[in-house]
């Protein structure tokens, strides 16, 4: 016992020692550097209380699953995008074009995520917490690849990057599966299918080059029947008629359909290739401006559309 | 012989449309239609939706024409049509609510919302104007001021609910794109419907431009005549509304183009204003389907009407609108001097209100007042001052034009420099792409001053008569809506972002950009208090102003550069705010402030402390949801406005119209 008091003593000197040495160059909660569309942002441990502004970022957070603290606009998520669900727990903090400093405030934040025009308010947002601020939607990006990028950025940030991985792995197994379902309805040759939301009865959104749409078809080895230069939400506001420009592709449009009666009865929709085919499917709402993952819901909503079209014929 | 040019025109622009929106050969198309079948996907297009298309074109723009051409005959005012009564505005306003509050209900029977709220604000701006205003610019103003009001609200209704109300946006940019007969085969009878009522006018309209009592005398009953033509042409704007949507200037432009291609006769007038209005619609459409042909997205038939209808506006203002108004718009006037009571109570406000802006908040546990934590206040100051200077300013620019046009109707937001400033940075961000918020101040204070150049420059040809200061008013706000609805339309985010930034918000605004507007703003009051002998001696009359030494044309134009950079500079912080350039400085005219220098002070105060108080509303009431604090002035003080014109007399308008049916034959003789 007389030898082991004083080696013990040594040797927990020698530890603490050993840790204040090493300790400023890794500390147990590690201190996380972060860029963004500004540059890079050091924070001295990953932060817990994230306030997120705008839906594809949410979908960001919820994916990692953390539940943000502070959304804006949370009621018009809860409608319009739906998937992934956002926990209970997560704050209205007011519209995303002006949310309200205040209540952001009072959720005292760790850190502030915003989006693409939030830039214009976001010094203010400064004064509250640290802000990032990514620029998801450009035209003069891939808007798919850099939301992946976006993921993986903020996944380091919260310290889940194992979380982020699995999910993208799943993503990318989840969109292999699906295209095996893609290539056992049509086998090599699928046709083109063009996916589009309907404004009125006279007017469609035909998405195209950039948009998380399309991104979703090239995950599943198909290709639009029209092609929609790059943009930075990656659609176009066309009138029906172009829509003949399909011939022998499908159509996909986007539910909801508010006058589906209306359009579905002119003579014209009537003429379409597609429509005199039967080549034409809805599909399950979903939010076609999100995030990384948003591209599988948005595969998994084409492919039903296409299987309850082939399943139709038979 | 002139409107033959204008037959002959019709048959080209025909074939024209036809071919742009088809491309089968004419000569297939006239078998087409012959055969009244398709078979090719070409065919059906063609006899589904060019076809139709340009038949729809032909007959709103006949409806347009007509509607146009009887408003301008019934009220002798060559500035009347749905553009400018708020025709538009109303329908509008009308549908959005429509689509949030009962959006199955909207979807189905939408034509009787817009319907209704089209007469309802025709019929309110014509009340308004009442009798000596319905003939000159009162009507015109009064319409600017419904169209601003009516837009703040939908403006508010559509920052809450922005994704229910995504695809009306098309439908108020105007395209007449259509998939089948269905909108051709509503239209039609209601234009011939609308037809009938007109011919049966004819008569009465010439007797009319005979004067009342040689009209009586044939045994006319002039007031409810009068009823029923105004209602038709309501009717008649109304349905084209519904069926194609918001489609600006066929109806303001038609009739004066008439009248200058020689229609004399009340008949010939109508019969050429209707093939001209048809004509300049299906012209304006191929346009449109022109430019489709370079743009990723549709160019709605709207914006293209817009596109070609200001610099006719315009062209017509100088060609015809030499005539001073001599009809000005009265409003009530109050106390003959401010009180000490009136000091002192404004006093207070402009303490108070501000502290209450700092001090009472809502947080989780609802209302909190008191002294707030130095971050809240960080958050608060930079707001409430700017919200200040801005109210301050825009009433300092309201002072000055309102005094140098003679004009009680004459405000930054209604002359069109507020439209200007907004048009350059809305332009900037349709044309280079990028956000409204990075065009920045210099785009901004550019776009007022270039507005503010054309007004001078009109304003020279004209002798500054206030119709053309309105209208390049007009035609600048018209313009800006078009580009703004082209990218409502085309839709994306970025949109919302604009229409945010057009409600004017004290929200971006950071603590220095407060303080230099404070101090901008502070500046121009003290010039304008610096000149207020000049301003009073220009307000006594121009001859008087110059009789007493003073280089009138030198002076008015420092005056009008100083109000329109004022203006531009609150604009560029925080975005366009109506109406407290209007009712700041005519709440003090009517709490007593009659020498310049006493309006001066009374309206900055008053403006500002408009402005606060509205900016504090929009953060509190519906917390965390916020509203603009331009939107919020517009809704109280535009709601402000209307009730005193209407107060004067609810149904002064009726009564006016029989009143002014007497006074054409004093004009005539």
New interface residues.
Partial sequence: MRVLLPALIAAATAVVAAVAVVAPAAPARAEVTVTDSRGSHTFAAPPQRVVALTWSLVEHLVELGVTPVGVADLEGYNTWVVHPPVPAGAVEVGLRQEPSLERIAELEPDVILASDDQIAFVPQLETIAPVLHYTAFSSEHDNEAVSRQHFREIARLLDREAVAEARLADLDAALAALRQRVQALYGDTPPTVTVVRFADEARVRVYGDNSMSSAALKALGLTSGIAVPRSRWGFALKPVQDLGAIGDGVLVYVEPLEKAEALLNTALWQAMPFVRGGRVAAMAPAWTYGGAVSVQYLAEGIVTALESLAAGHR | MRWLLVLAAALLVVPMHLSLSSPLPLAEQAAVLWRGS?ET?AE??F???GAPRAVIALLAGAGLGLAGSVMQQVTRNPLVSPLTLGTSAGAWLALVIASVAA??LA?SHGVWFAMTGAILSTGLVLAIAGRQGIGGLPVVLAGMAMTLLLQAVATVVV??H??YV??LF??QAG?L????W?WVTWLAPQVAAGLVVVVLCKRPLTLMRLGAEAAAARGLALIPFLLVAVLAALWLTASVITAVGVIAFIGLLAPNLARLCGARSAAAELVTSLILGAVLLLATDALALYASRFT???VPSGASAALVGVPVLLWLTLRRLRAADHAPLSLPVGALRVSRLTWAALAVAAVALPLLALTV????AGWSIGWPSD??L???WPRVLTAAAAGAGMAVAGVILQRLLRNPLASPDIIGISSGASLALVATVVVL?G?I??AGVPVALLGGLAALAVLLLLGRRQGHAPNAVALVGIALAALLDSLLQFAL??????A??II?WLAG?T??A?AGQGMALAAAVAAAAAATLLAHRWLTLMAAGEPFAAARGLAVGPARMLLLALGAMTAAAVTSVTGPIAFVGLIAPHMAVLLGARKVAAHVVLATVLGAVLLVASDWLG?TVF????L?AGAVAAVVGGGYFIALLAGQGPLRGLRGLGRMASGWGNRAA
Avoid at chain 2, 177 to 180: A, C, E, I, L, V
Avoid at chain 2, 489 to 494: C, I, K, S
Avoid at chain 2, 623 to 626: E, I, M, S, W
Wanted: charged letters at 25%; glycine letters at 16%.
């Fill in positions: 398709a996907l059906v297009t006899l589904h939706g959006p199955a979807a920052l809450t922005d994704q995504r695809n098309i439908w395209d794109g259509q998939t089948d269905r990723r997205d549709l908040g809502r947080g989780p971050l809240v960080g958050l608060r792409g956000s918020h990075e339309a085309r839709g994306g985010d970025e919302y972002m945010g918000s929200f971006r950071s953060r917390h965390p949801v916020q603009p």
